[in-house]
Nanobody
Framework: QVQLVESGGGLVQAGGSLRLSCAAS????????MGWYRQASGKQRELVAM???????KYGDSVKGRFTVSRDDAKNTVYLQMSSLKFEDSAVYYC???????????????WGQGTQVTVSS
């Protein structure tokens, strides 16, 4: 199995910065796309950033220019650098990764348990 463990969430003032990390562990043969979604209270889960295995990056419209996603394939880790944080960025942030365990497998999608980011206005 594959486990995703997020870290780096917390409380920050508006205008501040935070860096989230997500490390994948387990019996991993290959990792594909890695990224972040978030879900604010009472709202649907939305894309924050996705970093494909081929190097393409996609950001949600609300975070473009403020957030930066990166990955370290040697560590099976994806990062999210968040700057100029706004009150509306407050949410639970979830890491997601596509991973293959065996050569005969397709890539399956795995999710972390989420880390809370709270931005005070």
């Amino acid at each position: 199995q594959v486990q995703l463990v997020e870290s780096g969430g917390g409380l920050v003032q508006a205008g501040g910065s935070l860096r989230l990390s997500c490390a994948a562990s387990g019996t991993i043969l290959s990792i594909g796309d890695m990224g972040w979604y978030r879900q604010a209270s009472g709202k649907q889960r939305e894309l924050v950033a996705m970093f494909s295995s081929g190097g393409r990056i996609k950001y949600g419209d609300s975070v473009k220019g403020r957030f930066t996603v990166s990955r370290d394939d040697a560590k099976n880790t994806v990062y999210l650098q968040m700057s100029s944080l706004k009150f509306e960025d407050s949410a639970v942030y979830y890491c997601v990764a596509a991973a293959k365990i065996r050569p005969i497998d397709y890539f399956n999608e795995y999710w972390g348990q989420g880390t809370q980011v709270t931005v005070s206005s």
